[in-house]
């Protein structure tokens, strides 16, 4: 999605800005533009396509200035085009606004602001903002915070805006309704930005905004107001993200590194989450033992790649506690009119924490009266402020727009959470439960079992990624990784990719099937009520001449001798497998991506961070 920097202070605005905006590119964008004022002097410079056609730009014209603003759009209303990239301008340009979000009722303003003699230049929702706040101001000159709070008041819709006017050329405006913002404090100066990362060089402390706040920065200052005028103290927080780690480390993309932080992130999880009689313990949480006494249905609410993990988590907690337990989309859930009640926990899962569409069901359950514990990954995020209890996966910034380790983490806390849940209830037998926990302590180890065979893998990819399309099985726990390896696949190879449940195969999609098919299929075996069930799917295919490639335990030779290709995993209890046998379909991705010549961190038209529904 699009992303906001602005900075104010001594320093040359325009490499601070293109520098934040870089450090943004993760999230997906089509263009983007800066705006820096030098005194009353305003200068815009804009490009579609690559940040380095900004960069090119600046070079060729450069624009001076302590105090600026830039953005990356994701075009949402109108083509990636100059006209549509931000800044945006009022009609005297002396005002330029930098939007993510999106304003609703922005077309009857629009058709207000002609009506008024307004003459528009772009086709996004985000013009009418400079424009409205320049009717403002000239209805009551000479504030221009107010001009702009004004302004604000009439708009509908979730935004976060980025403000510099050549009116009051020594100050920098920034507002939060609905969308992340935060303001970064360096040394002398300071920052906006609408993820940490664009700044994290440069500040040690933030103050994240809330939704309704607008904050007016000069030099010597920062002065944070609601919309409805009235002054609150800023919530000034420490930035404990290390600058370090949101580098590549020495990896060829940051995807990759992620996929091989997870044997650490995985035993930080436990190390947070595990307690020195082995068992899960999550006082941090405020969840009382007694309210798990008394609940009785879990939901699961998420999207994408946390969907995934959602469809695990409803697995293991119908496994384990006795609980019924349904997981969903965040983009269906709010429109099924679910009937959930105060005896309902609502598990909200997201690496972000700014999913739009996680988020509007989370108010929907809070709506409801339900509890609200969210899986995230993200401090100070949205999702974790709004919810009663928050699991924090600390993955560490995930800056490939593929979701892996955040994936990983949500799994594990999945299983830490169940077992805990499972405890409490006395749903589940305490030896089960030390067998799980021993379990998970030896996943980290299996997984790097894993990258140690990723030239294995590699080959396997390189083998199969040319055909237009691939299929991915598995039942049971191992069902979601199916879908999960599936979305990799064309999340960043572009290969068409389906996942099913690998008992659906013969209702439908065994049509599909022919001696070009690659059909991968997870059939770990360890204790799996599914795994003889899976051979039969995996016969099935074989009588078809699909091509199988199999994820299996180490010295299986039953799969090996069906399947085209197999790839090796260690056995771990089957609840905890699909955290071990993702991975594999993680580089498998990977590879294909790698040898189809794709821009693997950033894939075409998606964004890290889905802001709008
Ligand atoms: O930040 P979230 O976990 O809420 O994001 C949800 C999805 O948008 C995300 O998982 C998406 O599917 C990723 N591109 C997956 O790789």
Redesign the pocket.
Do not use: F, P, R
């Given at each position: 999605m699009c992303g906001i920097v602005g900075y104010i202070g001594p320093r040359a605005a325009a490499p601070l800005l293109v520098e934040g905006l870089r450090n943004l590119e993760y999230r997906g964008y089509d263009s983007a533009g800066v705006a820096l004022l030098d005194g009353g002097t305003l200068s815009v410079r804009k490009r579609v396509g690559r940040l380095s056609n900004l960069e090119d730009a600046l070079a060729t014209e450069p624009a001076s200035g302590r105090l600026g603003i830039g953005h990356t759009r994701w075009a949402t209303h109108g083509e990636p085009s100059e006209a549509n990239s931000h800044p945006h301008l009022d009609s005297r340009n002396r005002i330029a606004v930098v939007h993510n979000g999106i304003i609703e009722n922005y077309a009857e303003l629009r058709e207000e602001l002609k009506a008024r003699g307004h003459v528009f230049r772009s086709e996004t929702d985000t013009e009418v903002i400079p424009r409205l706040i320049e009717e403002e101001l000239r209805a009551a000159p000479g504030d221009f915070a107010e001009a702009l709070r004004r302004a604000i008041g009439r708009l509908r819709g979730a935004f976060a805006l980025g403000v510099i006017t050549a009116d009051a050329p020594e100050a920098l405006f920034a507002v939060r309704e609905g969308s992340p913002l935060i303001v970064g404090l360096g040394e002398g100066e300071t920052f906006i930005a609408s993820d940490v990362p664009a700044v994290l060089r440069h500040v040690r402390r933030a103050i994240y905004l809330r939704d309704g706040e607008m904050a007016e920065i000069t030099p010597d200052r920062v002065r944070v107001r609601r919309l409805d005028g009235t002054e609150v103290r800023p919530d000034t927080q420490n930035v404990d993200l290390n600058p370090e780690a949101a580098e590549r480390a020495g990896f060829e993309t940051f995807m990759l590194k992620e996929i091989h932080e997870q044997p650490r992130v995985i035993r930080q999880l436990l190390k947070t989450y595990v307690g020195p009689d082995d068992r899960p313990r999550f006082e941090s949480l405020g969840l009382s033992p007694d309210y798990f006494q008394i609940l009785r249905r879990v939901m699961i609410v998420?999207?994408?790649?946390?969907y995934h993990a959602g469809i695990y988590g409803r697995l293991l907690f119908e496994n384990l506690t006795g609980l019924a337990a349904e997981a969903d989309l965040g983009s269906e859930f709010r429109y099924r009119g679910p009937r959930i009640e105060k005896d309902t926990l609502v598990i909200a899962?997201?690496?972000?924490?700014?999913?739009a569409d996680?988020l509007a069901s989370v108010r929907l359950a809070r709506r409801k009266k339900c509890k609200i514990l969210s899986i995230c990954n993200v401090r100070g995020s949205s999702l974790a402020r709004e919810s009663d209890a928050v699991l924090f996966t600390d993955a560490g910034p995930e800056i490939g727009?593929?979701?892996t380790k955040?994936y990983t983490a949500q799994l594990t806390s999945f299983a830490l959470l169940a077992i805990h849940v499972g405890l409490l209830r006395e749903e589940l037998d305490p030896a089960r439960a030390a067998e799980l926990i021993a379990g998970l302590r030896a996943v980290p180890d299996a997984i790097h079992y894993v990258l140690d065979r990723k030239e294995a893998i590699r080959a396997v990819a390189d083998k199969h990624h040319s055909g237009p399309s691939s299929m991915y099985l598995g039942r049971k726990f191992n069902f979601p990784t199916a879908l999960e390896g599936a979305?990799?696949n064309k999340?960043i190879s572009y290969q068409h990719a389906e996942g099913y449940a690998a008992g659906e195969l013969k209702h439908g999609p065994i049509a599909l099937i022919n001696e070009y098919l690659p059909v991968v299929c997870v059939c770990t075996r360890t204790r799996d009520e599914v795994y003889e069930k899976t051979l039969s799917n995996l016969k099935e295919v074989e009588a078809r001449h699909g091509r199988i490639i199999a994820v299996a335990n180490d010295g299986d030779t039953t799969v090996a001798g069906l399947a085209e290709d197999t790839l090796y995993v260690p056995e771990v209890p089957e609840e905890l497998s699909p955290i071990v046998n993702v991975v594999t379909l993680q580089l498998l991705a990977y590879y294909a991506a790698q040898a189809r010549g794709t821009d693997i961190d950033k894939p075409r038209n998606?964004a890290k961070?889905?802001t709008v529904e």
């Open positions: 998420s999207c994408g790649t946390a899962v997201s690496q972000s924490g700014e999913t996680t727009v593929a979701s955040a979305l990799k999340e998606l961070s889905v």
